[in-house]
């Protein structure tokens, strides 16, 4: 697909693979009239270099934009972006639509998330064809971070590869679930970074004496971060609390009402 600049967007009627950059920078770059008579209430859309799918994930924290942009659409013939000598990923992509600056974060992502102006990629290896977490094989799912101040993206840790949603923003926060084996009283997968601090990782502690807990669900709720939440959690061994596995025999050992029934 070609570069373009667009007037008056009300005229255009743009193709599916540009229409989620377009709509977006229509909003943001928008130089509309405010007041006297003698001035036009017309705009300018300006779209971005990269192709980029309907239904692609936007990311916006401010004035930072990033979205997941289409290689095989880019270009005449399709545009590598994260240098992997393919052309059928989807790679992130950056503008400032203040400066209205472009960059190509140049990383293949399944999703990204903004906290500040701190951007954060879920990265598969075995797509983006990288080996983030230098272990000398592509098999897993890993947390990456770039900002326009620190261009260069650099790995962070890797990630539970069970849990269906790998990350979640939270104010100034980003929270995760990290591969690492965990053992021991009072511990848990669950880790927190700051925007203040991009890629200082904390861990997050529980008052669970018996083991060490992993979520069994992220998510993110309305109101404190008392409402973020890792749903049921479970010790490190996939299963549940000493209170829970008693809980669990004592069912299993409870005769079924049917077979009583079918006694009498």
Not at 145 to 157: E, G, I, L
Not at 167 to 196: E, H, K, M, P, Q
Request: with cysteine; glycine share 8%.
């Amino acid at each position: 697909m070609r570069n373009q600049l667009i007037q008056s967007c009300a005229r255009v009627a743009p193709s599916p693979l540009h229409s989620t950059v377009l709509c977006l920078t229509a909003a943001i770059f928008a130089a509309c009239s405010a007041g006297g008579s003698d001035e036009s209430d017309a705009f300018i859309v300006r779209a971005t270099q990269w192709a980029v799918g309907g239904n692609t994930k936007v990311a916006i924290s401010g004035n930072n934009i990033a979205w997941i942009a289409d290689e095989a659409t880019t270009g005449a013939a399709g545009t590598d972006l994260n240098g992997d000598g393919t052309a059928n990923d989807g790679t992130v992509v950056f503008v400032d639509a203040g400066t209205r600056t472009q960059a190509n974060v140049g990383v293949a992502a399944q999703d990204l998330l903004w906290i500040g102006s701190e951007l954060y990629l879920v990265v598969s290896e075995t797509i983006d064809g990288e080996d983030w977490n230098l272990d000398t094989v592509l098999d897993d799912t890993v947390l990456v971070h770039w900002s326009q101040a620190a261009p260069t993206p650099v790995f962070v840790d890797e990630l539970d590869a069970t849990s269906t949603k790998k990350a979640v923003a939270f104010g100034s926060r980003l929270v995760y679930a990290t591969a690492d084996a965990v053992t021991g009283a009072n511990a848990s997968s669950l880790r927190t970074i700051d925007s203040a601090a991009p890629t200082t990782i904390v861990t997050v502690t529980t008052t669970d004496a018996v083991g060490a807990l992993r979520p069994s669900r992220l998510e993110r709720r309305r109101g404190h971060v008392g409402q973020l939440r890792a749903g049921a959690a479970r010790p490190a061994d996939g299963c549940c609390t000493v209170a829970q596995r008693r809980s669990r025999a004592a069912q299993r050992d409870r005769p079924d009402p049917r077979e009583v029934r079918r006694g009498c």
